[in-house]
């Protein structure tokens, strides 16, 4: 597949403290690069929950290579592999914008929850990944 | 009616890049308070939303007065009104301990929606209004 | 002046358990429509900080009349006035995209801090008011 | 050491559009719980920033095994080891009140920043790992 890829702005209440984006934020910016991802192939996230499907995490690892702080830009990468039957992992970075700096190097695992709290592949997700 | 009060201590994250509690977070507070002092007379905010009834706000005014910063302990008021047919007027304000110098004051203006979108005041909340 | 605007999406994570977007997140939507604003005409928030001023909120009043959902795009209007002799206002609404529905209606009063604590109105804020 | 313990409740705001508590705010909750740590020796975040040292986390690791929704009560366990010579692992996990159900488990690895960015490990916290 080619790297999906989202470019965004620290916004200044995701500092925290110390001046620098909070460690939980890093979080945010990669569910929203996921969410948007999915919706660049048709898959609403939102959609998903009304008709009882829920995406999930399952595992997050994040390494912190340096910080963002206020001001800065930076763009988020995504790749996505399925892993076992039921899991898709997605390989996730930050990089500052416009020196490539990495910042964070991430890996998610998710799967989706079926509206009786059962773990599945959505047929839709599948589809994506024959494609890719 | 009584006052009702709840005790919080700021947490670190909630502290933006001035190193004081985000303007955006007390509103935070205050909905956790009215959400608290509704589940203490019985009422479920999200139970309310399973039964297609949303409580929302429609008009929020603070004014901060003195910052809260990491370490911070303080507590929330709350005192609730009816406004006109539909309107729950909640006065809140936001004192620091062990000194209780006012940090904000607010009044927070919040309705139902029915599930087709039409503002009414459910009878659950008739009922408190009755009583106190 | 003319009127500053900021587009925006909405991203999942600022949605609550009803589906909507936080009351508390309307104002950091509004904050960082002030700070990019700021930053449009040479004044870096986060710089102040460090020099010792910081700009704060002394007053929100937001009317919520209709609420962003997931997948909603909307943009951001500000204008800046004077308020008395130390107090700057901001006139900040949102609207959605693409049909300019009206979702709040807000005014933000700001000030700044001295590093002794004491409400002032910093030259670089005075120089913007009189250009526009 | 014995572990430390914080017990904290859902606040509504922190769950998303799914009804759960959303994966990034597990982050908050640790961090939180750290912070709290940290203060029960005597050891200040927002104070170490202050004199030019900011803790800061490296690695996050975290396995979502089931989610907290609205109205849950839970608490956070922290135990704390050295790994190499300057870095700290918090082992921190979630359980559900008052069932004892695991939530997360998590492996928080940080370091300490010297204000001139190099990481080191503080005499303060060196002290703590001497005791425990």
Known sequence: MNEFRL???????ECDLQGIVNNA???NYLEHTRHEFLKS????????????????VV???????????????FYVTLKMALEGRIRIVFYQDIFRL?????????KITGTALSSQ???FLPDE?????LKI
Chains 1, 2, 3, 4 share one sequence.
Request: hydrophobic share 30%.
């Open 7 to 13: 470019d965004l702005t620290v916004r200044d209440y």
């Open 25 to 27: 934020t890093y979080l």
């Open 41 to 56: 192939l048709g898959i609403d996230f939102a959609g998903m929950h009304q008709q009882g499907i829920d995406l999930v």
């Open 59 to 73: 595992r997050s690892e994040v390494d912190y290579k340096y910080s963002l702080t206020s001001g800065d830009s």
């Open 98 to 106: 416009p020196d490539n700096k990495p910042i964070i190097k991430g």
């Open 117 to 119: 709290g059962r773990p």
């Open 125 to 129: 997700i599948k589809e994506i990944l």
